[in-house]
């Protein structure tokens, strides 16, 4: 299976502070992949770098064979990537509908077809498109954070956390959807601290720690991993 994203030796500073020390990782097409770590690990920093709203100080990042670092953010969604953000930024004072408008701006085709396919993924967003976003509940933002990152029609959708600070029910109707999305063919790239659910959600993972990768595996492998399960799964077993 082709690589959609390679990121190669990547390293982003802020000031003097280093905080992805020359990570490597390959995200496959048609695969979801998590990275998981502790807070502070350098994860957002790596999605935003993708993306170019952080410069790298070095390494590369290849979307489809061709190098998009060093691109500006704007060019970089345009080749289909796209970074649902920490914290569900959405317009609070536009509708749902105006939000999904918004994600597809770089467009000028007709936008009814995928309006009416985010409206599919989510009948919650349907019932509710007059409504002004800022009013809806945490869960319903997140959705429409997700739909409206749809709008941009990408290959590669990166997730910042969507499951942060929602009830369990709702995280998983989250994951149910990143299931979906992926089957629908699009290529995931998934930051989270809920670990369990996002390693068995994912083909693939990467453990960061301070900065730097420490593990790999299939999901499978990293939720049966022992330093794993210590870590970030709340299952250490006792020592014999
Ligand atoms: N704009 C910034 N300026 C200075 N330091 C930053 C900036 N953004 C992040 N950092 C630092 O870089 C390191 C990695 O942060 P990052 O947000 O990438 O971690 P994270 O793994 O996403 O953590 P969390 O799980 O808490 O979201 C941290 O030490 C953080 O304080
Ligand atoms: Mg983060």
């Given at each position: 299976?082709?690589?959609?994203?390679?990121?190669?030796?990547?390293?982003?500073?802020?000031?003097?502070?280093?905080?992805?020390?020359?990570?490597?990782?390959?995200?496959?097409?048609?695969?979801?992949?998590?990275?998981?770590?502790?807070?502070?690990?350098?994860?957002?920093?790596?999605?935003?770098?993708?993306?170019?709203?952080?410069?790298?100080?070095?390494?590369?990042?290849?979307?489809?064979?061709?190098?998009?670092?060093?691109?500006?953010?704007?060019?970089?969604?345009?080749?289909?990537?796209?970074?649902?953000?920490?914290?569900?930024?959405?317009?609070?004072?536009?509708?749902?509908?105006?939000n999904l408008k918004i994600g597809a701006?770089?467009?000028?085709?007709?936008?009814?077809?995928?309006?009416?396919?985010?409206?599919?993924?989510?009948?919650?967003?349907?019932?509710?498109?007059?409504?002004?976003?800022?009013?809806?509940?945490?869960?319903?933002?997140?959705?429409?954070?997700?739909?409206r990152a749809l709008m941009s029609?990408?290959?590669?959708?990166?997730?910042?956390?969507?499951?942060?600070?929602?009830?369990?029910?709702?995280?998983?109707?989250?994951?149910?959807?990143?299931?979906?999305?992926?089957?629908?063919?699009?290529?995931?790239?998934?930051?989270?601290?809920?670990?369990?659910?996002?390693?068995?959600?994912?083909?693939?993972?990467?453990?960061?720690?301070?900065?730097?990768?420490?593990?790999?595996?299939?999901?499978?492998?990293?939720?049966?991993?022992?330093?794993?399960?210590?870590?970030?799964?709340?299952?250490?077993?006792?020592?014999?």
């Amino acid at each position: 299976m082709s690589n959609i994203l390679e990121v190669k030796n990547l390293c982003v500073s802020y000031g003097g502070i280093k905080a992805v020390k020359n990570i490597s990782f390959e995200v496959p097409k048609g695969e979801v992949v998590t990275l998981i770590g502790a807070n502070g690990a350098g994860k957002s920093s790596t999605l935003r770098s993708i993306v170019g709203l952080v410069k790298p100080s070095a390494g590369k990042i290849l979307m489809n064979g061709k190098e998009i670092s060093g691109k500006s953010t704007e060019q970089i969604v345009a080749q289909g990537i796209t970074l649902v953000p920490e914290g569900r930024r959405v317009f609070a004072d536009l509708t749902v509908l105006e939000n999904l408008k918004i994600g597809a701006y770089m467009r000028k085709d007709n936008l009814e077809d995928d309006i009416n396919w985010c409206y599919d993924l989510f009948p919650r967003l349907k019932e509710r498109h007059w409504q002004l976003a800022g009013t809806l509940s945490g869960g319903e933002q997140q959705m429409l954070a997700i739909a409206r990152a749809l709008m941009s029609r990408p290959e590669v959708i990166m997730m910042d956390e969507p499951s942060l600070g929602l009830a369990p029910i709702v995280v998983q109707g989250v994951f149910d959807i990143i299931r979906e999305i992926n089957k629908q063919g699009k290529t995931i790239l998934l930051v989270e601290q809920n670990a369990n659910m996002a390693l068995h959600a994912a083909h693939h993972g990467y453990v960061m720690e301070v900065g730097s990768i420490t593990l790999s595996g299939t999901g499978q492998e990293l939720a049966e991993n022992e330093s794993v399960k210590a870590a970030y799964l709340g299952k250490a077993r006792n020592k014999k």
